[in-house]
């Protein structure tokens, strides 16, 4: 009996909560600001009327840097509430994200070569 009851909590798992990782990852691309620091995205799951997907930064630059991020579906809204410190060439743990939908903005800026944050440059004119 006990051996069924596994099988059948494995079962509900498997159809309750689908692995993130049967959705790919999109392919790596610049933020609008800064080509060196990349970005990507994967669709985790619906869960009710949110979006749940996960973001992942990377930093192309040959040294540590830190920046301001943020996630809006305002494209009036240009608040950069969270910070982070990535080394040389590396890629960040991914994050989730819950959204209304599909639409959203990833907004970076103050990116700076301090752990402090310090002169940080001015966001890069596309060409």
């Given amino acids: 009996m006990k051996k069924y009851l596994n099988i059948l909590t494995i079962l509900f798992f498997i159809i309750a909560f689908p692995v993130s990782a049967q959705e790919k990852?999109?392919?790596w691309q610049p933020?609008?600001?800064?080509?060196n620091i990349e970005f990507r995205l994967r669709?985790?799951?619906q869960h009710g009327d949110k979006t749940v997907s996960e973001v992942?930064?990377?930093?192309?630059?040959n040294q540590l840097v830190t920046f301001n991020y943020g996630f809006t579906e305002d494209e009036e809204d240009f608040l950069t509430?969270?910070?982070?410190t990535l080394h040389p060439k590396e890629a960040g743990k991914p994050e989730f994200i819950y959204t209304k939908g599909d639409n959203f903005y990833i907004l970076v800026d103050k990116l700076s070569?301090?752990?402090?944050?310090e002169n940080p440059l001015p966001c890069e004119q596309k060409k």
Avoid: A, I, L, P
């Fill in 43 to 45: 669709f985790v799951r």
């Fill in 25 to 27: 990852w999109q392919e």
């Fill in 81 to 84: 509430e969270y910070r982070k």
């Fill in 56 to 61: 992942q930064f990377k930093n192309n630059y």
């Fill in 113 to 117: 070569f301090s752990v402090s944050g």
């Fill in 31 to 35: 933020t609008s600001c800064y080509e």
